[in-house]
């Protein structure tokens, strides 16, 4: 017996959360384990961005 587990997706064109996707692939980001995660990731895509722009950075030298 499988057991199913929700996704939760964050629509980056409405800043609304989603139970499992509901709209294009272009709008949202995830899938995530949690409503409260979701909720983070326009947060979680800047921590992203600034730690592969520091690796980045720290490879040109």
């Excluded at 017996?1 to 980001?29: A, C, I, K, Y």
């Amino acid at each position: 017996m499988t057991e199913h587990t929700t996704q939760w997706w964050f629509n980056h064109r409405t800043g609304e959360v989603e139970e499992g996707p509901q709209s294009l692939g272009s709008d949202r980001d995830g899938p995530y384990a949690s409503r409260e995660e979701a909720q983070r990731a326009p947060e979680i895509a800047r921590e992203r961005a600034r730690r592969w722009a520091a690796e980045e950075e720290g490879e040109e030298s």
